[in-house]
């Protein structure tokens, strides 16, 4: 099972299957490790999509893999098209995109 513990956009993701505390206490580990300097926060993810695929970012979220942490992002291109694209969460680096 892949883990949640994210954001779309600002508020919490809200998952039918996971109860609210353990969703709550990994929102809660996610913003220490963000506080730590573990993973990028939302600000700088937001600056990295603008720069590295020339999009707007419109949905967001963090997941626990297997190898790590990684934001799966949504991004707004200038031409209205909508991407998908997979981001390191501890780098920024654009794992995949599509």
Do not use: C, H
């Not at 299957?17 to 996610?30: F, I, K, N, T, Y």
């Not at 291109?77 to 599509?98: E, H, P, Q």
């Amino acid at each position: 099972m892949i883990a949640v513990a994210g954001v779309y956009g600002a508020g919490p993701v809200a998952l039918a299957a996971a109860s609210p505390v353990v969703q709550q206490s990994e929102q809660d580990d996610a913003l220490k490790m963000m506080k730590r300097g573990e993973i990028l926060p939302y600000s700088r993810i937001r600056s990295i999509v603008r720069k590295e695929l020339g999009g707007t970012l419109v949905g967001e979220k963090l997941r626990r893999t297997n190898s790590g942490w990684v934001y799966e992002v949504r991004v707004r291109r200038s031409d209205g098209r909508v991407m998908f694209a997979i981001l390191d969460a501890k780098t920024g680096r654009i794992i995949n995109r599509y």
